[in-house]
């Protein structure tokens, strides 16, 4: 069995990757379980790590536009202006692959999903390699992703054999993914970049709808990100009887009468940003507690609202 080391070295996460091994990374939006891109061993190593299907492609990071055109036959003027716009950022761009690229990391397609991250050790470890990492997020397949290095040890140290710890991911939820098809600009994932923002910079886009088992991007399943335990999803969440048993995952404010200890709130500001930066966490601690199910309730389904709500409605259909 392997025992993963958790650190911030990153000579030894550099080693580790080059010779085919995989290294979970600290992104801003969440951690990720990362191999080279372009070898295909590292990247059957994720799927098998993740018990991840292999119709679901992965998301391939690099630090720069240069590198990325390395990996992309084709780089259209509205992605461009995105990628102006947003990168270093939660943004993935789904755009024709170049031949360098194995069909494993994108489960067949023609298109590779690209993004350049903000995150600062993980943009210094991409400096040192000559090969983009391909990291989908560091957790069991269809559990609640990881924000911080212990949940990813908690998941998978026994099957990896580092960790890069890059404290908490300020974001908290996955990448926005952004394709191009026949002059339409398609939102393939809700995610850590706001639709609203998207549509500033380059006009209207269209939102693709969940698949179950023929995605044409990363992170598109219906089912995904679920906790442990029983998992529901209403519009406005009322205590029930024997609420002891049960957790709450609320938007700005604690239920009455029910124990607190039992209640997460993501934001008592009712902030947006702040309620995607709780949201996997806030999970996970309700599925640790002695309960029996957690219910949450949606929240206002704007800005990063949408991403939040996209990510509840897939746990609650697992």
Do not use: C
């Not at 080693?15 to 295909?40: R, S």
């Not at 390699?129 to 990813?152: C, E, K, Q, R, W």
């Amino acid at each position: 069995m392997i025992l993963a080391v958790t650190g911030n070295d990153l000579d030894r996460a550099k080693e580790t990757l080059v010779k085919g091994e995989l290294v979970a990374i600290p992104t801003e939006t969440v951690y990720g379980l990362a191999g080279n891109a372009l070898d295909e061993k590292a990247v059957l190593s994720i799927f098998e790590v993740k018990n991840r299907p292999a119709f679901d492609p992965l998301i391939i990071h690099t630090d720069s536009v240069e590198k990325v055109m390395q990996y992309v036959s084709d780089f259209p003027e509205k992605a461009r202006r995105l990628a102006e716009n947003f990168w270093p950022g939660p943004l993935t761009l789904l755009l024709p692959k170049k031949t360098v690229i194995p069909d494993l990391v994108t489960s067949g397609l023609d298109s590779v999903a690209v993004r350049i991250p903000n995150h600062p050790i993980l943009l210094d470890l991409l400096g040192r390699l000559d090969f983009p990492l391909a990291a989908p997020s560091a957790n069991p397949f269809g559990y609640i992703s990881p924000t911080n290095a212990m949940h990813v040890n908690a998941q998978l140290g026994d099957k990896i054999p580092y960790i890069l710890d890059g404290g908490e991911s300020s974001v908290g939820i996955e990448s926005t993914i952004v394709g191009f098809e026949n002059n339409e600009t398609i939102i393939y994932r809700l995610g850590g970049l706001a639709v609203d923002d998207i549509e500033q910079v380059i006009g209207k886009v269209t939102l693709m709808p969940n698949s179950s088992s023929d995605p044409k991007a990363p992170g598109m399943l219906k089912s995904h990100y679920a906790p442990r335990k029983a998992f529901f999803l209403r519009n406005k969440v009322i205590s029930e009887n024997g609420n002891e048993q049960t957790g709450y995952l609320l938007f700005d404010k604690y239920l009455e009468g029910v124990n607190i200890e039992n209640q997460r709130v993501l934001s008592f500001n009712a902030n947006m940003q702040e309620a995607a930066h709780n949201l996997f966490a806030y999970l996970r601690e309700l599925d640790t507690l002695p309960v029996e199910k957690i219910i949450a309730e949606r929240v206002p389904a704007y800005s990063l609202g949408l991403a939040i709500n996209d990510r509840l409605q897939r746990a609650a259909a697992h």
